[in-house]
């Protein structure tokens, strides 16, 4: 029986417009709207809901207890999920450092054989949560993993790197991992379903440690990269034009 | 007992209760008809009649393990010919989709669309903040009513593609701007409004559409007016007759009924002729699903120099755009089973009429067939026009 | 205590990754503002030869049986004995498989300040990472006593941090590396079927514009120079051209190359709609009101028949 635990951060929507607070130093998130990590950390749970329904076991969906959270959690349990907890502190100004280790202190008393969270998230200044995690706990960590079976008492991952080659890692239980994708794309679940889910299940609250935010550089300025609102026309013969678009391939990295 | 299983116990009953005559069901004669007239019926491995074979022959679990059931584009085309009028399209075609989604059988894309609607309240995925900047540079400007604050004659539900897609914005603008020639009073729910759930709740998520439809619901209880129009079939048809069921009722109209109530103002208001022979789609939820076939052939006759021509399939046997049912959501899976699209079809037949204006009034078309026309040989000189767009150019708004 | 900038080099199988190079041209750069020395440290086993082209003062070259490929558990203890002991200024890694699994393990274990997404360094040794999908930068300090950065291409050509001479290596001491709890088992080949186009880094588009089948093999020939796949819109697909997994748009797939180049495609919304997230569009087209010239960085108001076979000897050319 393996006991799961998936960390699924909130991070701000980037389809609402950006902008940056008056301090000119960090982002204005007042009107943010605060969604699952969903590129990665949906997948973390849909890894732990596949490594329960292939080996049996417990899934516990842990989140910060930021506007949206009992969505995910409720979401979660609709596919599956058996615990959820919500920790409790302020996060909304929290780096992944804090995060960390207020969660670290938490899922400790689990004792969980496998962590699993998203491999990354838009807004990791400070580096990702996985990693982060494994260490505060002193457990070992594989990041861009795309598969996880259980086979004779070690973990065997597949770890993506560039051009589609995979490693197959052998690591020691209890471990943490960074997905990078589920084996199979995160399943819909029926909004009818997510209701049902909110009436059968609850969510348990617990509260963090007081923040530790060491370990993230201070930001001294944020901007907006410039947009283009009309592509800039290079001009000229073919072989001119062809010339530039090359200088432009090699200054983009890729020649 | 896994959720097939449940599935499987309880689907015939689901279905007779799902619609008001859903025990009609019991009266099927197996003559095929739905099967033989469904635009995808011969790529489906259980057309309706089949699959209703199957259900009496307790084996509706083989039903759930296919997906061809997504072909259905909710068109009511089966519902239509069916001699024992058995709700096909709302009964058991809807139901069907509904088990497929519990169990998770669920194309990609179309999951994309559902959690996009229930996240932002629409299937594009767009920012609710931004549902009415479509109204930038009207003028007069555009009521929205959380700013507006006073009672309005007309509350506007403009819908999803009509508020953010881009090529539909045009034909949302032009609308405005006929109103506004007429001195409508109306207003728009802007940022409150949500999807109305009508396609979500036809591809299976009937919780969402229920959802939606409560949202939708609160905003519309929250404001003063006479009656809502739409520019949106889909949103026409659940306003019309899914919302009644949840509490939710006022006096509708699709804003083609709207114009072709006040023909007589708009006519002197028609100042530029549009030379054209003209051909008009009619939308399934416009026409087969709710018997709206004439007053945007008026509107079009109202034009000077509009001349209309008629499609091989016209009136309650028109053909789908294939936007319909999650077909819009599922462009890629039909395209993958069936290599062709049924758009295609439509504009080759609006090719044949001599037609340079296909007239449409649905928010889910103008991309379609223009996409369609692009590869079309003959379609360069088609142009695809909403009625409002036509009238906004012949009134020179 | 050094001002010396560490460079983590990735490799795998015996190639040195570009970020690598990205990473010492960067490393250049704070090197100067710090006053301090390039030092690429490379891990690995009989993998010094590895070294000869680093644009670096000095490598330093830790060998070990369990360092001959990248394992996080390994790297890590080996790279946390040498940071505490040569407490560098700061230490650059990619942000990628290899240096993602390491840096942030580091940063708890050692109590060093960590910067993420790092595209470039200003000349006042100041940090600017790229956050929120690319949105927003975000500017500070290079943290102190060791930064530990990783870092994201784009802000500097990989070969500036080339050189034609090979810098002094130096080995360094490794640490016992023992009761490792991650080891390699082995490397899965990719597969042979046909290429995830959302995945990859440079596609060339093609859309009506191509006017027929054969020309396909123009946009091929342009591909192959330049090391990209070759996608289209919809028009192309119907037609059979390409088949259904090259399409980008509405019904087809959604890409995120860091270049999108686009040959005769108008920018119809569906297809918009799924490039968006491309770093950087290029769009070829006949015309100058095409709408994918509002969503592209740069344009050429061209034929593209005019243009291709000439791009694609320049490209050959510039190899």
Known sequence: MMNIVVLAKLVPDLVEELTIDASGAALDLTFARWIINELFDDHAIEQGILLKERSGGTVTVIAPDLEGADDVLFTAAAKGADRLIKVRSDFSAANNHAVARAFSAIIKGFQPDLILTGVQAHNDLDGSAGPLLAESLGLPYVGYVSGVALADGKFMVKKEYPGGLIAEMEVTLPAVFGIQAAEQPPRYVAVSKVRQAMKTSSIEEMDASDLDLSGAPEIERMFQPEAAAHAEMLEGTPEEVSAKLVALFKELGVL | MNATEVAERSFEAKVLEAVPDGERLRLCLECGNCSGICPFGYLMLYPPSRMIAMMRADRINKVLETDTIWMCVSCYACTAVCPSKIPVTPGLMTSIKEELLLVGNVPAELQNALANSQRYGNPLGESPRKRADWTMGIQPEVKVMAKHKQPVDVLWFVGDYASYHPRVQSATKALARVLNALGVDFGILGAEENSDGDSQRLAGERGLFEMLAEKNGRAFSKYQFNKIITSDPHAYNALKNEYPALGISYPLQHYTEFLAERIDQIKLLLKRQISARVTYHDPCYLGRANGVFDPPRELLCAIPGVELAEMTHNHSNSLCCGGGGGGMWLDGFQWEKAHVRLSDWRVREAINTGAEVLAVACPYEPPRFEDAAKTMPGADKLKVRDIAELLAEAMDV | ?319
């Open chain 3, 1 to 319: 205590m050094s001002q010396d900038i560490y460079v983590v080099i990735e490799h795998l199988r015996g190639q040195v990754a570009d970020i690598s190079y990205t990473m010492l041209a960067a490393a250049r750069e704070l090197s100067r503002a710090t006053s301090g020395k390039v030092i690429a440290v490379l891990l690995g086993h009989n993998a010094k030869n590895l070294a000869r082209d680093f644009a670096a003062d000095q490598v330093l070259y830790l060998d070990h049986a369990s360092l001959a490929e990248f394992t996080s558990d390994a790297y890590q203890k080996a790279l946390a004995e040498l940071i505490s002991k040569d407490q560098p200024r700061a230490v650059l890694f990619g942000n990628t498989s290899i240096g993602a699994d390491v840096a942030s393990v580091l940063s708890m274990r050692l109590g060093l300040p960590l910067v993420n997404s790092c595209r470039s360094f200003t000349s006042e040794a100041k940090f600017i990472s790229q956050i929120c999908g690319g949105k927003i930068m975000a500017e500070g300090e290079l943290p102190s006593p060791t930064a530990l950065v990783t870092m994201v291409p784009g802000g500097y050509q990989p070969d500036q941090g080339k050189s034609v001479e090979s810098p002094p290596v130096t080995e360094s001491a490794v640490p016992a590396l023992e009761a490792l709890r991650v080891t390699l088992s082995k490397y899965i080949e990719p597969e042979s079927a046909d290429v995830d186009i959302s995945k990859e880094p440079l596609l060339i588009a093609v859309g009506r514009g191509i006017q027929n089948k054969d020309n396909i093999e123009l946009a091929d020939a342009l591909a192959q120079a330049i090391g990209g796949v070759v996608c289209a819109s919809r028009p192309v697909i119907d037609q059979g051209w390409l088949p259904t997994s090259r399409l980008v748009g509405k019904s087809g797939k959604h890409v995120k190359p860091k270049i999108y180049f686009a040959m005769g495609i108008s920018g119809a919304p569906e297809h918009v709609e799924a490039i968006t997230q491309s770093d950087t569009i290029i769009a070829v087209n006949t015309d100058p009101r095409a709408p994918i010239f509002n969503v592209a960085k740069y344009g050429v108001e061209m034929d593209i028949f005019e243009l291709v076979e000439t791009l694609t000897e320049t490209v050959k050319q510039a190899k």
